[in-house]
C-alpha cells in the first residue's frame, strides 16, 4: 500500500502501510508480519530499519508536509506495533 | 556520452589529498571522467576536477544508518545522489563503509528482490581472475537465503566483469563434507546443491582464500570480515619478514637485490591498492568501496573497476539474476 490523501487515515491504515513497507524491505510477504512481532525477531536491522523510516516519511508526507520521525525515538521502537502507534500518535489518528 | 564516476573527496584516511591525486591521475592516464564531491573550504587544490560543492562529512567512526539521515548533505550522500539521478555512472568512497553501504542502499534503492546488500571483495588470485570474498562485512548476521543470493550475486559479477563462463562457487566452512560447520552453513550448503543454476563446487576452507581453487567463496558478513583482515594481516606480516630478513647481512642483502625484481611484481599484484577496490552487490547503482587506507594508486583503480562495472552493465546483469519471483 502507499497511502495517499484519498486513503483515510486511521490506526488501520498505518499498520497496513508499516506491514507493506517492512514487507518491501525484508523481501517477506506482508502476511507474515504480525502486528505484535518484533522488528528483531523479523531480522530487521538497524539499516532496515532507517529504510523503514525514509519510506513511511515519504509516503506520509501527503498528510502532514514534512512529516518526520525523530531518530532519537527510534531506540523506542522495537515492533511493528511500536511503530503503528508512535505514527498515530505524531499524527493525532485514532 | 558517458556519465562521470562520482568520487567522495572527503572519504578515507589520506583523504583529501591522496583522493584528489587518484582522480587526476584516472583522468590523465586512464581518460575516466570524474566529479569530485566535497567540502570546497577542506578540500584544497581540485586539481583541475569538477567538484560538487556539500557542506558535511561523515567521519569514519559515524554510526552508519544514522550519519546518513543526519548529514544529507554529506559527500557520501550526495555522491549516491549523483548515481540516483542519472548524474553520474557510479559512486566511489575509501570512507565509512557501512555508511558507504548505507547511502547507496538509500539513496539508489535495492535491486527488487534482493534481501541484503553485499560487499564482495576481490582478492588476487594467482595465475587466474581474482576471486571474490562475499559477503567481505556487510551483514553480520545472515539467512541461508542471503548467502545464496550474495552467491547468486557475486557469480554474475565474475561473469560479467571477470568474463569467466560458469563461474565456480564455493561454501566457506571449516570442512570439506557437507556434514561440516553451523547450521547455517550446512542449510546453505542444501540449498546450493539444489540450486542447479550455480556452478557450486561444494565446501572450502580458510586456507582456499589465496590461492583459490574457486572463483566466489561465499560467507556472512561476520566470517568473510574476519577471513579478509586475517587474510590482509598475514599477507602484511610475510612482506614484513621478508624485508627484515634480506636486511640481516651483507649476503642477503645482496641476494635481495637479485631477488626483488621478481618478488615486487607478486607483492604489487598481492597489495589491496591494486584491487581498486570491494563492490556492493544489490543495490541500483554502482558502488565501489576502497580500502580506508586507499591511496592515490588505490583511487585510480577503484575508479578504473566502476568504470568498467559500467561498462559491462553488472547492474542490468544483476537484476536479471535476482527475480523477486525466486525469493525464498
Known amino acids: 500500500m502507499s497511502a495517499d490523501t484519498a486513503t483515510p487515515l486511521n490506526r488501520e491504515t498505518i499498520l497496513v502501510l508499516v506491514r507493506d513497507q517492512l514487507a518491501e524491505i525484508l523481501e517477506k510477504s506482508p502476511d507474515d508480519i504480525a502486528e505484535d512481532v518484533s522488528f528483531e525477531d523479523l531480522g530487521a536491522d538497524s539499516l532496515a530499519l532507517i529504510e523503514l523510516v525514509e519510506a513511511l516519511e515519504e509516503n506520509l508526507a501527503s498528510y502532514e508536509d514534512g512529516f518526520h520521525i525523530d531518530d532519537e525515538d527510534l531506540e523506542g521502537l522495537t515492533s511493528v506495533r511500536d511503530a503503528v502507534n508512535y505514527v498515530a500518535l505524531k499524527l493525532q489518528v485514532a | ?328
Open chain 2, 1 to 328: 556520452m558517458t556519465l562521470p564516476i562520482a568520487l567522495d573527496a572527503m572519504g578515507g584516511d589520506f583523504a583529501p589529498g591522496e583522493v584528489i591525486a587518484g582522480a587526476r591521475r584516472a583522468v590523465d592516464e586512464l581518460g575516466l571522467s570524474v566529479i569530485l564531491v566535497g567540502v570546497p573550504d577542506l578540500m584544497g587544490d581540485p586539481l583541475g576536477l569538477e567538484v560538487v560543492a556539500c557542506t558535511e562529512v561523515i567521519a569514519m567512526d559515524d554510526d552508519p544508518a544514522a550519519s546518513v539521515r543526519k548529514k544529507k548533505d554529506s559527500s557520501l550522500v550526495r555522491a549516491a545522489e549523483l548515481v540516483r539521478d542519472g548524474r553520474a555512472s557510479a559512486m566511489v568512497s575509501a570512507g565509512n563503509t557501512g555508511a558507504t553501504m548505507a547511502s547507496a542502499l538509500l539513496r539508489m534503492g535495492r535491486l527488487p528482490g534482493v534481501i541484503r546488500p553485499c560487499i564482495a571483495t576481490p582478492i588476487p588470485n594467482p595465475g587466474r581472475t581474482s576471486m571474490l570474498l562475499v559477503d567481505a562485512g556487510a551483514n553480520a548476521e545472515c539467512s541461508a537465503e542471503m548467502l545464496v543470493q550474495f552467491a547468486q550475486m557475486a557469480a554474475t559479477m565474475v561473469e560479467a566483469h571477470y568474463h569467466v563462463a560458469s563461474p565456480s562457487v564455493g561454501l566457506l566452512s571449516i570442512g570439506e563434507e557437507s556434514s561440516k560447520g553451523t547450521p547455517l552453513v550446512k542449510e546453505t550448503h542444501q540449498l546450493l546443491s539444489a540450486l542447479g543454476t550455480i556452478n557450486f563446487a561444494g565446501n572450502v576452507e580458510g586456507r582456499d582464500l589465496i590461492p583459490s581453487p574457486v572463483d566466489v567463496i561465499v560467507t556472512d558478513g561476520f566470517t568473510g570480515n574476519v577471513a579478509l583482515k586475517t587474510l590482509e594481516g598475514a599477507l602484511k606480516y610475510v612482506f614484513s619478514a621478508v624485508l627484515d630478513a634480506v636486511g640481516t647481512n651483507e649476503a642477503t642483502k645482496a641476494a635481495g637485490e637479485v631477488l626483488f625484481e621478481y618478488l615486487l611484481p607478486v607483492a604489487a599484484k598481492l597489495r589491496p591498492e591494486s584491487q581498486g577496490g570491494a563492490l556492493l552487490l544489490g543495490v541500483e547503482g554502482i558502488c565501489v568501496i576502497s580500502h580506508g587506507s586507499s591511496n592515490a594508486t588505490a583511487i585510480m583503480n577503484a575508479l578504473r573497476v566502476a568504470d568498467e562495472m559500467d561498462r559491462d552493465d553488472v547492474v542490468a546483469k544483476l537484476k536479471a539474476t535476482i527475480r523477486p519471483d525466486q525469493v525464498a
